[in-house]
């Protein structure tokens, strides 16, 4: 399967704790995003890579995390003392640039809940 | 800014219904437009998109035509199926400005047979 890969599927937590989610992208994408989507609504962008740059973050992402792509290649995303309003499903995504006709492939997402 | 606004789910149909979808949007710059369909424990799948103005995306039954006057990229299909049921949203990428799609609430879909 070459697509967009996500691990683990599925993460629960103790509030406090730390988590690391990493999504590997299909291999010739360049760019990679992450989205974060809470029950009953759309995807929410959190921040994305051109290669090993992370080129904007979102409001959205706080101080608690940090998203990395050491090599261009994987990415992890890093939440620090989760708190139950982290609970949501981490959605990752790949593309290649284009100016045109371009389109994002997703993973299967990390639900993550936080107790 | 760049926005999506959806039709309010969830939306219940019979089989064999006629679907549609409302999508409006908000976009500085010349966007692309997108459905993606999340089915029940699934990652997001593109369903369709079109990159021009009057252009018509389709895939499996279900179409959308990008109406630039109108801001809208309302989704259709002719007959649904139950296997249809699903949650479907819509969004847009401006490729020209901020390089990431922006996407609507989302509409949960339920085909009754």
């Known amino acids: 399967d070459t697509g967009v890969s996500q691990d683990p599927r599925h993460k629960i937590t103790k509030r406090g704790q730390n988590v690391t989610f990493r999504c590997d992208p299909i291999s010739e994408h360049n760019r990679l995003y992450w989205y974060r989507q809470t029950l009953g609504q759309g995807p929410e962008f959190l921040t994305y890579f051109q290669n090993e740059a992370q080129l904007e973050k979102s409001r959205l992402l706080s101080d608690r995390f940090s998203a990395e792509r050491p090599k261009g290649s994987f990415s992890t995303l890093e939440i620090q003392r989760t708190e139950q309003g982290d609970s949501a499903m981490y959605l990752c995504?790949?593309?290649?640039?284009?100016?045109?006709?371009?389109?994002?492939?997703f993973g299967q997402g990390t639900r993550l809940t936080v107790v | 800014g760049n926005s999506v606004t959806q039709m309010e789910g969830p939306v219940t149909l019979s089989e064999e219904a006629f679907l549609t979808i409302n999508c409006t949007y908000t976009?500085?710059?010349?966007?692309?437009l997108f459905w993606y369909v999340q089915y029940p424990g699934e990652g997001l799948q593109l369903l369709l998109k079109?990159?021009?103005?009057?252009d018509k995306g389709s895939n499996k039954g279900f179409e959308a035509t990008y109406r630039k006057e109108t801001t809208s990229f309302h989704l259709e299909k002719g007959s649904v199926q139950v296997s249809d049921s699903a949650v479907y949203f819509c969004?847009?990428?401006?490729?020209?400005?901020?390089?990431?799609?922006?996407f609507g609430q989302g509409t949960r879909l339920t085909i009754n047979p």
């Open positions: 976009a500085t710059g010349y966007p692309s």
């Open positions: 995504a790949s593309s290649v640039v284009r100016t045109v006709n371009t389109e994002a492939f």
């Open positions: 079109a990159t021009k103005a009057d």
């Open positions: 969004a847009l990428w401006v490729i020209q400005g901020a390089q990431k799609l922006v």
